[in-house]
């Protein structure tokens, strides 16, 4: 099936006479003996959570753990290198991923090597003697997008290991285990649930030795999902294909008039032809997400009111919903040091484009 059927039709249950259409929401705990097969206990499995890592599984072409939060399943991923592992990583990236890489440097667990995840070049040159490469594409908040296929297969040539967050982008819009990687990564929490009311992340991967490897950290580190925000997840799951078209759709008409907007001094949207990362985001990019990034032309105070004057758009942290959220980023002291600061990250959400363009426009005149 094609994937925008793929998220309606997969995790269903078993088809039986009279049977249920949608999976129910198990809530028990605990479970008689199990046979070979049964998980034997609430935190080692759950029927909810199977339907929803089913469905996930199905779009990202790999065995997939369901875990209680996007950061629970970064931290399993990194949980399970060698002491000393060196990871090259993005300069910029979501700021806990960045905090906790730095968290580990200084526990002396690992060794990260920083790079600019859209210069090619420098990647390539930063992968001898890599671990694990952990790639975000397109960054957040910066929207820089990475060669995917060309620096995956430079990696795994290497026998590096290779892990791709693809929150941004979703399965729909790229496939990294596909290309190559060994763990697809999402904040289930953003665009895959869709609707701002769910907590959770998720590890794909089709090696299952590295599938067991995570398991057991699921399970012996503890950072399992809640049943029902599994069933929330895929409830939510089922309409990705279209909450992301009309959103796409929505940013680029955005971005398009950000850029054209006498305050707006940059754009950041790889949709956009002008953009710095469009020629590579065409190459294998199905879609071009839904986030925008954009710097205006005045202080860090000026963007901050311009943020807290929208009466649609919701200023929050956090981005993938079914509504416009944003913010300026380094209102956040994590956030990366060379993040712009007067640059303001917009999660375009399904509204009506007309309205979410004259409440952007009637916030960027309050200053």
């Given at each position: 099936?094609?994937?925008?059927?793929?998220?309606?039709?997969?995790g269903r249950p078993a088809v039986t006479a009279d049977g249920d259409l949608n999976p129910s929401i198990s809530l028990s705990s605990t479970s008689h003996a199990p046979n070979a097969a049964g998980s034997g206990y609430g935190r080692y499995g759950n029927q909810t959570w199977s339907a929803l890592e089913d469905a996930i599984g199905a779009l990202e072409g790999g065995r997939t753990l369901a875990f209680a939060s996007g950061m629970a399943a970064i931290s399993a991923a990194f949980s399970i290198l060698p002491r000393g592992a060196v990871i090259t990583a993005s300069k910029h990236g979501y700021s806990g991923t960045m905090s906790l890489l730095k968290k580990l440097v200084a526990d002396e667990r690992i060794q990260v090597r920083y790079v600019d995840v859209a210069n090619t070049q420098e990647v390539l040159d930063a992968l001898p003697g890599t671990v694990l490469l952990w790639l975000e594409s397109p960054t957040n908040p910066a929207l820089e997008v990475a060669d995917l296929p060309t620096i995956i297969a430079a990696a795994k040539a290497l026998n590096c290991g290779v892990g791709v967050d693809n929150t941004f982008a979703t399965a729909l819009n790229q496939q990294?285990?596909?290309?190559?990687?060994?763990?697809?990564?999402?904040?289930?929490?953003?665009?895959?649930?869709?609707?701002?009311?769910?907590?959770?992340?998720s590890l794909s991967t089709n090696d299952e030795a590295l599938f067991t490897r995570l398991e057991?950290?699921?399970?012996?580190?503890?950072?399992?999902?809640?049943?029902?925000?599994?069933?929330?997840?895929?409830?939510?799951?089922?309409?990705?294909?279209?909450?992301?078209?009309?959103?796409?759709?929505?940013?680029?008409?955005?971005?398009?008039?950000?850029?054209?907007?006498?305050?707006?001094?940059?754009?950041?949207?790889?949709?956009?032809?002008?953009?710095?990362?469009?020629?590579?985001?065409?190459?294998?990019?199905?879609?071009?997400?839904?986030?925008?990034?954009?710097e205006i032309h005045g202080t860090p105070a000026d963007a901050d009111k311009v943020c807290s004057s929208s009466t649609l758009i919701a200023q929050a942290t956090s981005l993938g919903g079914v509504e416009s959220l944003w913010e300026r980023r380094h209102r956040w002291s994590a956030e990366s040091p060379t993040i712009p600061e007067n640059l303001i990250r917009l999660s375009v959400g399904i509204e009506d484009v007309e309205d979410i363009w004259a409440d952007i426009d009637s916030a960027l005149g309050y200053y």
């Open positions: 099936m094609r994937p925008a059927s793929t998220v309606v039709a997969a990294p285990i596909a290309m190559g990687a060994d763990i697809s990564m999402n904040s289930v929490t953003k665009f895959l649930s869709g609707h701002s009311d769910v907590l959770m992340g057991d950290q699921r399970k012996l580190g503890g950072a399992i999902p809640g049943p029902f925000e599994c069933w929330l997840a895929l409830r939510g799951l089922r309409t990705l294909a279209i909450r992301l078209k009309a959103s796409q759709e929505n940013a680029l008409e955005i971005a398009t008039r950000l850029s054209k907007h006498a305050k707006v001094a940059k754009v950041r949207y790889p949709g956009l032809p002008t953009d710095a990362h469009h020629q590579t985001a065409k190459k294998f990019m199905k879609g071009f997400g839904a986030v925008i990034s954009f």
